[in-house]
T-cell receptor, first 111, second 113 residues
Framework: GESVGLHLPTLSVQEGDNSIINCAYS??????FIWYKQESGKGPQFIID?????DKRQGQRVTVLLNKTVKHLSLQIAATQPGDSAVYFC??????????FGSGTRLLVRP | NAGVTQTPKFQVLKTGQSMTLQCAQD?????MYWYRQDPGMGLRLIYY???????DKGEVPNGYNVSRLNKREFSLRLESAAPSQTSVYFC????????????FGSGTRLTVV
């Protein structure tokens, strides 16, 4: 069987630094993308979204960048805090309105 | 406001046993979903119900059945559990065609031995 966490990429950053988490999506027809944060023992929580007609969208301390040419998303977290430690997932949605999740990245914030 | 409630939170089954995972939402959402999450991986869609009275297969439906009991409740049944079904199961709900508004439950951790 699978072992816990072995296949999950991990990003370790110093508290106060900026974090960049990357994601590749698969479906060229997807026109909506979401970043989710998942803390241990909890379900995913919405962070920020972006439509395919945009390249960049900013929220509070977070920015999502979309590169449709190479089917790539990134999530930038400014001034990373200990509370940002979690697993982050990108997800894509096409006209069927079903949410398809990508692989996750574990973010560890060092004090 | 409880949001999406899943029961049980933890369950251990023997191979071949059956069980039903329960999910209820109190947000008057039309659409409900069941996902599974294997260690170190993203969530994969098992089944979904776009609206009361309809259900459709997702990415990994084999070995599962669902029932949309009413607008609030969407259950997932394992008729004959297998070790490959060891996973964390998440229920979610949303307004029909509301892309932003997925709300997830806190999950059911299932182990099949």
């Amino acid at each position: 069987g699978e072992s816990v966490g072995l296949h999950l990429p991990t990003l370790s950053v110093q508290e106060g630094d900026n974090s960049i988490i990357n994601c590749a999506y698969s479906n060229s027809a997807s026109d909506y993308f979401i970043w989710y944060k998942q803390e241990s023992g909890k379900g995913p929580q919405f962070i920020i979204d972006i439509r395919s007609n945009m390249d960049k969208r900013q929220g509070q301390r977070v920015t999502v960048l979309l590169n449709k040419t190479v089917k790539h998303l990134s999530l930038q977290i400014a001034a990373t805090q200990p509370g940002d430690s979690a697993v982050y997932f990108c997800a894509e949605m096409d006209s069927s309105y079903k949410l398809i999740f990508g692989s996750g990245t574990r973010l560890l914030v060092r004090p | 406001n409880a949001g999406v409630t899943q029961t049980p939170k933890f369950q251990v089954l023997k191979t071949g046993q059956s069980m039903t995972l329960q999910c209820a939402q109190d947000m008057n959402h039309n659409s409900m979903y069941w996902y599974r999450q294997d260690p170190g991986m993203g969530l994969r869609l098992i089944y979904y119900s776009a609206s009361e009275g309809t259900t459709d297969k997702g990415e990994v439906p084999n070995g599962y059945n669902v029932s949309r009991l009413n607008k609030r409740e969407f259950s997932l049944r394992l008729e004959s559990a297998a070790p490959s079904q060891t996973s964390v199961y998440f229920c979610a709900s949303s307004e029909y065609r509301d892309r932003r508004g997925y709300t997830f439950g806190s999950g059911t951790r299932l182990t099949v031995v």
